[in-house]
Nanobody
Framework: VQLVESGGGLVQPGGSLRLSCAASGFTFSRSGMSWYRQAPGKERELVATIASTSGSSNYADSVKGRFTISRDNAKNTVFLQMNSLTPEDTAVYYC???????WGQGTQVTVSS
């Protein structure tokens, strides 16, 4: 099982980023997927989750209305569209698969002027 994130970077407050997580080694379409983040000095927290087939999603209160999780089962990829970013969103963002307890390597998102 392999999860590879991409799309992080430096963005100004109010800006947007789209993270991607390419999955391999398992039947992606049958697995729910999640995004977590970990800011310096803080515990890792769940950001968003998307179900395998229904595509239903859940979000942390801190990102509701700003972030959108989606998936492309044909490309074995899950996305996190992040809008209206604030400095509090600065963290390493990780892709996670619960079924296999698999983590990606993380991608750094820095929101700063």
């Amino acid at each position: 099982v392999q999860l590879v994130e991409s799309g992080g970077g430096l963005v100004q407050p109010g800006g947007s980023l789209r993270l991607s997580c390419a999955a391999s080694g398992f039947t992606f379409s049958r697995s729910g997927m999640s995004w977590y983040r970990q800011a310096p000095g803080k515990e890792r927290e769940l950001v968003a989750t998307i179900a395998s087939t229904s595509g239903s999603s859940n979000y942390a209160d801190s990102v509701k209305g700003r972030f959108t999780i989606s998936r492309d089962n044909a490309k074995n990829t899950v996305f996190l569209q992040m809008n209206s970013l604030t400095p509090e969103d600065t963290a390493v963002y990780y892709c996670y698969n619960l079924r296999f307890n698999a983590w990606g390597q993380g991608t750094q998102v820095t929101v700063s002027s």
